[in-house]
């Protein structure tokens, strides 16, 4: 009996994800870092304390996909709306305590259309990472965010 051996299809090498996560403090970097790692492990993840780093990234062979951000940490928003400008397709997550809806609404017009607070269960994290991945243009907050929606669609 003659048996025919086909060539398996050749895979492309997908390009790795990568997310850079900005926090000061280091307990709520090394939290998030190890729950994407743990529940992504195809992800890379790089860490950082200040959103300046971003630039540095561009500017090298490391293409970005998702930047993890505090806007509390931010002395001001010029960084997020340059980073906007240069790179329009990093995808942004403000990922702070933060709770007001005018700071909300204000991120959403420089184009943050994801907003996760860092007591976030862990799920809703990675639903925001999935979310985003799959469609840059859908606006995900937590739950517990839904006093912001009517800024928000007005």
Not at 9 to 21: E, V
Not at 28 to 44: H, P, V
Not at 77 to 106: D, F, G, Y
Not at 107 to 112: A, F, M, N, T
Request: proline share 3%; hydrophobic share 35%; with cysteine.
């Amino acid at each position: 009996m003659l048996r025919k051996f086909f060539p398996s299809k050749k895979t492309k090498d997908k390009k790795k994800f990568n997310i850079l996560i900005s926090e000061k403090e280091k307990g709520y970097r090394n939290y998030l870092a190890r729950l994407i790692k743990y529940n992504r492990s195809a992800y890379n993840v790089f860490t950082s304390t200040e959103i300046e780093r971003v630039f540095d990234f561009i500017y090298s062979d490391i293409e970005l996909d998702i930047v993890f951000f505090d806007i509390e940490v931010e002395k001001n928003s010029s960084n997020i709306a340059i980073l906007r400008r240069i790179q329009p397709k990093i995808r942004l997550i403000n990922w702070s305590n933060c709770r007001h809806p005018e700071v909300i609404e204000h991120l959403y017009s420089l184009g943050i259309k994801t907003f996760c607070l860092k007591d976030s269960q862990p799920q809703v994290i990675l639903n925001a990472i999935d979310y985003i991945n799959n469609n840059q243009n859908i606006l995900y907050l937590d739950k517990k965010l839904n006093n912001c929606l009517y800024l928000l669609n007005n």
